[in-house]
């Protein structure tokens, strides 16, 4: 089955710099790769996606990257704010199962 | 639209007590997912439903976990014995179709097991 790698596991940012967010994943296959953001004792909410047709794609201050041939793709939020402060997890989809990154603490400090 | 509802939101148990979880997707949505969080990580699918037949349960320990989805609309996850290890969030997601589709989650179910 698909194997997601995930890293930092947590990762600390001055208010208004950047945070990428790098994943790795295993099998060829998979062609969908979501981002979910999770505040605390809340649920997971999407935040970004990319298929595999697809190299890049930017919405506002976040943007995803993929790199189907080294098979990783990375998050990145520009301008952080206090409010963008949860736990984001990558996933990655061969064509039925959804696979979960372990997780990315970000803290945004004022 | 209404979002995916579960419950209860809380339940505490003891070891090999018996526990049952609800689930109602979005309206439309034809495939349901039953997920456990565990404190730290990221969500580990348990099953898959398309309509009210299973997809994927490969992850599903089968031997106290069971889960049924009637009618293809609501479905119940329920735990007989439970387990120290159990202990966890139980979340239950839905999506239009299966594979590339994003996911809408819900609340989630944070059981104890004492």
């Known amino acids: 089955g698909e194997n997601v790698e995930q890293h930092p596991s947590t990762l600390s940012v001055q208010e208004g710099d950047s945070a990428v967010i790098k994943c790795t994943y295993s099998?060829?296959?998979?062609?969908?790769f979501p981002w979910y953001k999770q505040e605390l004792g809340k649920r997971p909410q999407l935040i970004i996606d990319?298929?595999?047709?697809?190299g890049e794609k930017k919405d506002q201050r976040i943007a995803v990257t993929l790199n189907k041939t080294a098979k990783h793709f990375s998050l990145h939020i520009t301008e952080t704010q206090p409010e963008d402060s949860a736990v984001y997890f990558c996933?990655?989809?061969?064509?039925?199962?959804?696979?979960f990154g372990s997780g990315t603490q970000l803290t945004v400090l004022p | 639209e209404a979002g995916v509802a579960q419950s209860p939101r809380y339940k505490i148990i003891e070891k090999r007590q018996s526990v049952a979880f609800w689930c109602n997707p979005i309206?439309?949505?034809?495939?349901l997912y039953w997920y456990q969080q565990i404190l730290g990580q990221g969500p580990k699918l348990l099953i898959q439903?398309?309509?009210?037949?299973?997809?994927?349960d490969s992850q599903l320990p089968k031997d106290r976990f069971s889960a049924e989805r009637l009618k293809g609309v609501d479905s119940t996850l329920k735990i007989q014995p439970a387990k120290l290890e159990d202990s966890a969030v139980y979340l239950c997601?839905?999506?239009?179709?299966?594979?590339?589709?994003?996911?809408?989650f819900g609340p989630g179910t944070r059981l104890t097991v004492t």
């Open positions: 997601a839905s999506s239009l179709g299966s594979g590339a589709n994003e996911q809408y």
């Open positions: 099998d060829s296959a998979s062609n969908y």
């Open positions: 990319i298929r595999s047709n697809v």
């Open positions: 996933a990655a989809t061969p064509p039925r199962q959804l696979t």
């Open positions: 309206s439309g949505h034809a495939t």
């Open positions: 439903f398309q309509n009210n037949g299973v997809v994927d």
